[in-house]
């Protein structure tokens, strides 16, 4: 299945999603979002794919939101999506969708995984990266929160202290440092990025389907259900604070112009 946006690649029982925007990095625009929330809607009625890999086009994994002028500005043209409230409330319900995809999902890190893109691969059940990979988390720097209901499965792997480090320092994350700190599970040289990660889902798939399925949700299950009621405060709080302040703008002008941002402190 070849879309504009994604290429999907099958051959039972797994299937291969790669990220097609390569000359952006893989950047998300707001029509990838949602046909991102699509393909995987239409990957849990298909009952004979156990396994997905995602991946991404060219030199990246996925390099988040694209920021550009042009895109930011059709983010509420959408009839889906008219204000910063139920923006946060379709992220995070995209969020949800791919950690709770029925079948065993797999993060093959091919390069630069940033922001959203390390969103998507912190809910897959398992992350192979290749050396050349890195991890970052560059939304502080721009004055916003890293939001989405992103944050807690990046805390489920890392723990608080990595967690807080790389949200609030904004450092790169080489695949190495990735590994010991438990946000990848291998890393190996990028020529073996998809061998080892198919091999991951072959060595599952003489398991019992039902039984991982269950187990997969079990797991979920623990993880994420003390983080219901803050993910939905999440997007009322994140909502708010784009109403009484709009330090964006000063982020994006200082990555435009290469300089250090100038925020205001509170009083």
Known sequence: MDRSSFVVEKSKPVAVVTINRPEKLNAFTLSYLFEFKKLIDELRVDLETRFVVFTGAGRAFC?????????????????LQPNERLYQENGQDIVRSLENLHQVTIAAVN??????????????????????AYF????????IPY?????????ALVGPANAKRMIMTCDRI????????GLVGKVVPSERLM??????AVKMASKGPTAIRLVKRMINAA????????????????????????????????????REARFMTEG
Not at 195 to 200: M, Q, R, T, Y
Not at 231 to 240: I, K, P, Q, T
Not at 247 to 256: S, T
């Open 174 to 181: 080489d695949a190495r440092e990735a590994l010991t700190m």
């Open 63 to 79: 390099a988040g939101i694209d920021i550009g002028r042009e895109e930011r500005d059709l983010w509420y043209a959408s009839p």
């Open 111 to 132: 390069g630069a995984c940033v922001g959203l893109g390390l969103c998507i691969a912190t809910n897959c059940d398992f992350r192979v990266a290749s050396e050349e």
């Open 195 to 200: 061998d080892e990660s198919k091999a991951l």
């Open 223 to 258: 993880t994420t259900a003390q983080t219901r009621d803050l993910r939905m405060l999440e997007s009322e709080m994140v909502a708010a604070f784009y109403g009484s302040e709009n330090p964006f703008e000063e982020g994006l002008a200082a990555y435009r112009e290469k």
């Open 147 to 155: 939001s989405n209901g992103c944050v807690y499965s990046l805390l």
């Open 136 to 143: 970052s988390i560059p939304e502080t720097a721009l004055g």
